[in-house]
């Protein structure tokens, strides 16, 4: 069963850069039908999608945090890592790395970590 | 604002049906399937819908979801205590290129 586990420091200083690694476990990153990305929920609010990656390093970002989020791949590590600069206290939120694979003819986040919690503050 | 329109709240005792909608545009409902998730508190959202209408193994047949246009709904039959969640749908967009949630439903069994 596939896992995947975020890690990564739960507190960032205000204008910062928020670095996370995703571990992928029980399957490989290099599958063909995956993609592998980050959502982030603010304390008390809805799901926020922040981006994605294919195996091969192409990437797909959320507009609204595109200036300032860069998503890569190890595949050597079966890993995936995000980084968001110049963050602020809207950035404090769980981050969530997951899978989007190809189901039913269609993309879909099917398996999440369990979350980590990243809290901006000085 | 969530791209995608839910209820904040929905209700139901125990055995009743409920339903919750979830409303889009032709950008990402009206040519995207939609997939809904179930967040327990404290805990990572679940994928419960797939593909409009589609269980994971595992899923009870209680849960359902349908769409039709640029909406779309999940229906949760013979509502038990354990369904108190957070509930939220989610579609591709296309001129964001990217994956878009609803703002999310929070559902009490009475």
């Known amino acids: 069963q596939l896992q995947l586990q975020e890690s990564g420091p739960g507190l960032v200083k205000p204008s910062e850069t928020l670095s996370l690694t995703c571990t992928v476990s029980s399957g490989s990153i290099s599958s063909s039908s995956s993609y592998w990305g980050w959502v982030r929920q603010p304390p008390g609010k809805g799901l926020e999608w922040i981006g994605n990656i294919y195996y091969s390093g192409s990437t797909s970002y959320n507009p609204s945090l595109k200036s300032r989020v860069t998503i890569s791949v190890d595949t050597s590590k079966n890993q995936f890592s995000l980084k968001l600069s110049s963050v602020t206290a809207a950035d404090t939120a769980v981050y969530y790395c997951a899978r989007d694979r190809a189901l039913y003819g269609a993309f879909t986040m099917d398996v999440w970590g369990k979350g980590t919690t990243v809290t901006v503050s000085s | 604002q969530s791209v995608l329109t839910q209820p904040p709240s929905a209700s139901g005792t125990p055995g009743q049906r409920v339903t919750i909608s979830c409303s889009g545009s032709s950008s990402n409902i009206g040519s995207y399937t939609v997939n809904w998730y179930q967040q327990l508190p404290g805990t990572a959202p679940k994928l419960l819908i797939y593909s409009n209408n589609q269980r994971p193994s595992g899923v009870p047949d209680r849960f359902s979801g349908s769409k039709s246009g640029t909406s779309a709904s999940l229906a949760i039959s013979g509502l038990q205590s354990e369904d108190e969640a957070d509930y939220y749908c989610?579609?591709?967009?296309?001129?964001?290129?990217?994956?878009?949630f609803g703002g999310g439903t929070k559902l009490t069994v009475l």
């Open positions: 989610a579609a591709w967009h296309d001129n964001l290129n990217g994956w878009v």
